[in-house]
């Protein structure tokens, strides 16, 4: 989901407020050394720091104006919310959500609700502008470029495992600090952060934090093996972390050498530009690695020399990049071991004896133990998983809630699952797809390590194009780093702007109860009940029905693409904000290489044509179980009247034809909203 980024940029209009007044916030010890880098002459201010200093200053005029303000439609998000309104400015200050147009006269209560749940976090397009001006990825590596003074040698060298890259195998910073350590004979330590704060504030699902608490348990048998402990630290503000591990964890570890791989959301750029520029000050070398995608953004350029937006020719010109550079595939070597002595020295033996916390607060997962089967966790499994896609034929009984490792697969190389991708990956009656996301969006399993294994079909080349079951699958792959690379290059979308402008004002339906019922799996469309009961369940939903509740969300509710984005982000096990939000731009039509607003969905027909035989319907919408036929697809058109209630189904909650209108109106007459148009 969008982050929250609004306040964090120098040039911003907020900064107005008053950059040269000193902030009194007498409990925050913290404060005097941050007005101290805000105020300090000649030097570029720290932007996480502002960030921080503004979270306090809004925080002050959110107490002031606390009368004003709307009450959390979710109680339980209520923490979140107010968490997110730190980061905002006295809504008075022309700073509130622009675009998305909330339009709705009737039911104001409703209005303000919906409005509520996504307007803390949608920039204005100037801030959006500004920082595509100057991507927080370009300064990180205007930075790195400038250099660094030999930081001295230390007692050990750390690598932060972020949360997207929880893996030992072709882990790059990982490896540079193993290679580091053994250079200067000193242990190396993994260090994991926790922050529920962050997760809150970036929409984290509980099911993705327990998978990456379970995904740190196994690592650290296996690091531990190789003598190497994690040390994991907890800051609930997410904010002070830099701070936190440059002037206290490093220290604690007498570490002057950190090794980090580079998340590519703008918040988290931020927070390593922060990193790296208090390391400096305190005489520690921070590496920062491009690790996370096959090839790092910016890479892809088009022959003018700018970056590309458009899918197809940046496909077209990643796979050669790949065919002419294969480097950008090698895998790096795993760590070495630290000396067995290390568990002898009092500095660090304790740190064998930490544990990885059963849960997070706020966070915790009650359908953990059924989460476990469906998403084991770990590399060797991921690469089971992978095994299984490449090699094996797909099977019906396995798109319900199950274990992906079931036995019984056959293996076949012309049958595979792989080999039937063209088709298989649009149907949802089976186990077509890899069901990998969930590990590379975690980093359990790189898209090297995937990559390399498709290239073993193919004699050692890699295929990547439609014709091809392989080829295609490779080319779903590099999605992945297309959405990354978008991400880098024009952070506006991670900051809850449309990547096209010209649709920021499309005017939004705020009915909170179609919000609930696409929700809660109860519209009447029983695809789109299907998926998001799946969703519900297990955290995940294949593409195909991704892309129908989605667009059943924006084009036929007309209800605004972030609360999608935010909730699909609250859901998943895989959520990714760089894969989420180009999904949800795609479907809205207001992306970067988007379905043209003018082509929408016919549920039914999606329906169809991506569970022909009913079966995902049946074994998710259990009130339809018993149907065969079109009537599963569509009871309440298909049946007689009488039958169709005792089915105790919901009727559908919008008509196609008269959304569809809708939809078409609203897009082609961007600010405006039909008249008198009753859709429901
Ligand atoms: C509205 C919407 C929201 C989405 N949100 C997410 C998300 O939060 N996290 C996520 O990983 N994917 C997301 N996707 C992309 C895609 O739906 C999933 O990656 C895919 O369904 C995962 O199933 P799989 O692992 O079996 O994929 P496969 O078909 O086996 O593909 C292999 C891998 O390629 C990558 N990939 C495939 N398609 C895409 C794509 N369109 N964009 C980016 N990467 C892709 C994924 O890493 C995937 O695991 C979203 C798509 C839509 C339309």
């Keep these: 989901m969008l982050q929250l980024t609004l306040l964090s940029d120098p040039k911003s209009k907020s900064l107005a407020l008053s950059p040269k007044k000193p902030i009194h916030t007498s409990s925050d010890p913290g404060n005097s050394s941050r007005k101290a880098a805000y105020t300090k002459k000649g030097d570029e201010p720290n932007l996480w720091e ?11 005029s959110k107490k002031r104006h606390a009368k004003d303000e709307v009450e959390s439609p979710n109680k339980k998000r209520k923490g979140a919310e107010d968490e997110e309104m730190k980061g905002q400015p006295d809504r008075s200050d022309g700073h509130g959500p622009e675009g998305g147009g909330v339009a709705g006269e009737k039911g104001s209560k409703e209005k303000k609700k919906n409005a509520y749940e996504i307007k803390g976090k949608i920039a204005t397009s100037e801030d959006a502008a500004r920082a595509d001006e100057d991507p927080p990825l370009n300064q990180l590596e205007r930075l790195i470029e400038k250099g660094q003074k030999e930081a001295e040698k230390g007692e050990s060298v750390v690598y932060w495992m972020r949360m997207e890259d929880l893996r030992i195998e072709d882990n790059t910073a990982l490896h540079k600090a193993s290679d580091k350590a053994q250079d200067f004979g000193i242990p190396l330590i993994v260090l994991f952060v926790i922050s529920p704060g962050d997760y809150k504030i970036h929409d984290r699902s509980n099911k993705k934090i327990d998978f990456i608490l379970r995904n740190l348990r196994d690592l650290k048998t296996k690091f531990h093996e190789l003598n190497i402990p994690i040390h994991i630290a907890s800051y609930d503000r997410r904010l002070q972390i830099p701070r936190r591990v440059i002037t206290e964890i490093l220290p ?13 959301e703008i918040d988290e750029l931020r927070r390593d530009i922060a990193t790296v520029k208090l390391g400096r000050e305190n005489g520690i070398d921070v590496r920062c690695i491009h ?4 090839v790092p953004p910016g890479k892809i350029k088009s022959q003018q020399g700018k970056p590309m937006s458009v899918f197809s020719p940046w496909q077209r010109a990643w796979a050669k990049l790949l065919d002419q550079q294969p480097h950008y595939l090698n895998m790096s070597p795993s760590p070495k071991a630290n000396d067995d002595s290390i568990k002898s020295k009092n500095q660090f033996n304790k740190l064998f004896e930490e544990d990885i916390p059963d849960h997070v607060e706020g966070f915790e997962c009650p359908e953990r133990e059924k989460l476990k089967e469906v998403w084991p966790e770990g590399t060797d499994k991921a690469k089971e998983l992978l ?29 595979s699952r792989v080999a039937q991708y063209q088709t298989g990956r649009n149907l949802v009656d089976g186990d077509n797809s890899s069901r990998l996301s969930p590990y ?5 399993i790189s898209a090297r390590m995937v990559l390399n294994e498709a290239k073993k079909l193919k004699g050692g080349k890699l295929e990547s194009g439609r014709d091809t079951g392989v080829g295609m699958w490779v080319q779903e792959v590099s999605w ?9 290059t024009w952070p506006r979308v991670s900051m809850g702007r449309p990547f096209l402008e010209k649709f920021a004002d499309v005017q939004w339906e705020t009915n909170e109860e179609h919000l609930q019922a696409w929700k809660d799996g109860r519209t009447g469309y029983p695809i789109v009940d299907a998926a998001m009961r799946a969703c519900k369940a297990r955290g995940w939903m294949e593409n195909r029905v991704r892309m129908v509740s989605a667009s059943f969300l924006v084009k036929s509710l007309m209800l605004d693409w972030r609360l999608g984005e935010k909730y699909f982000m609250e859901s998943f096990i895989d959520g990714d904000l760089a894969a989420n939000n180009g999904g949800w731009q795609w479907t809205a039509s207001t992306g970067t290489d988007p379905q043209p607003f003018f082509r929408i969905f016919n549920t039914l027909t999606q329906s169809e044509k991506c569970d022909p035989t009913g079966a995902y319907i049946r074994y998710w919408v259990p009130e339809l179980k018993n149907l065969k036929g079109k009537a599963v697809h569509d009871p309440f058109h298909q049946m007689p009247k009488s039958e169709f209630k005792k089915l105790g189904y919901p009727e559908p909650i919008v008509d196609h034809k008269k959304s569809r209108e809708r939809a078409l109106f609203r897009y082609k007459n961007v600010g405006e909203k039909e008249e008198g148009a009753e859709v429901d």
């Design 387 to 415: 095994h299984r896609f490449l090699h094996t034929k797909p099977r019906q009984t396995q798109f319900q809630f199950t274990l992906p490792l079931n036995p019984g697969t056959d293996e076949s190389q012309k049958e």
């Design 252 to 264: 604690s570890l007498g570490a002057k050498h950190l090794f980090v791989n580079i998340e590519y």
């Design 480 to 488: 992945r780093d297309f959405y990354n690379h978008v991400m880098a």
């Design 50 to 60: 502002l960030h921080h200093i503004q979270e306090d200053m809004a925080a002050i």
């Design 291 to 294: 690790d996370r995608l096959v």
């Design 440 to 444: 590379l969006a975690a980093g359990v």
